[in-house]
């Protein structure tokens, strides 16, 4: 038995992760955190990895393996995920009004820009400008933008849209973040990431 003195979540998948050296696991939960945790730390394990749960992630007391949906997904998003994870919002950090998860999954997929993004938040020595450069970038991917286009650029663009298009007022948390909010929830995320 292992006692956690802050969240639980990082314990229980190297404990698992640990254990996978020489035995099955399965780990038990409800929290997506978990899931995402497995998917990028369970690459090393030779024996098998499943996360079961009763609702939530894998719904209908269901074993997902951790190495079919590792292989499913694809090195290039597994090793991007906590970045993605930790953008979008998990227990430590906001979530993007409007955007899901699955945005991340796709963006990892489908483009470079996102994923160069989520190498640069994996590094453990980057400043603090490569960070919030690296997160104005891939937030500037998951909103739709142009690849040189900044965050503030972006945000103007589309409350112009929205205003010459809308009968309804234009709410601020619909639009992107600005340069700045970015910037420090960046740094929050590459904490979490680490």
């Not at 038990?28 to 955190?33: M, N, S, V, W």
């Not at 909103?143 to 601020?172: I, W």
Request: glycine content about 8%; proline content about 3%; hydrophobic content about 40%.
């Amino acid at each position: 038995m292992h006692q956690a003195t802050a969240d639980a979540d990082t314990m229980i998948i190297r404990t698992a992760v640990e254990l996978a050296q020489h035995t099955n696991v399965v780990v038990i939960g409800e929290d997506t955190d978990l899931l995402v945790l497995l998917c990028f730390h369970a690459r090393s394990a030779p024996c098998e990895t499943f996360l079961r749960s009763d609702q939530g992630v894998a719904g209908r007391g269901e074993l997902l393996r951790i190495k079919e949906l590792r292989h499913k997904l694809g090195d290039e998003v597994c090793d991007g995920i906590l970045f993605g994870h930790a953008l979008l919002g998990c227990d430590t950090t906001s979530g993007l009004f409007g955007i899901g998860k699955a945005h991340a999954v796709d963006a990892l997929k489908q483009k470079k820009v996102f994923r160069d993004c989520a190498a640069e938040f994996m590094k453990p020595s980057a400043s603090k400008e490569e960070i919030g450069g690296a997160g104005e970038r891939a937030l500037v991917c998951v909103y739709g933008g142009k690849p040189h286009q900044s965050l503030n650029d972006l945000r103007y663009h589309r409350f112009c849209m929205r205003v010459a298009s809308s009968k309804a007022e234009v709410t601020p948390q619909s639009l992107p973040p600005t340069s700045a909010a970015a910037h420090y929830h960046s740094l929050r995320v590459y904490c979490q990431v680490h």
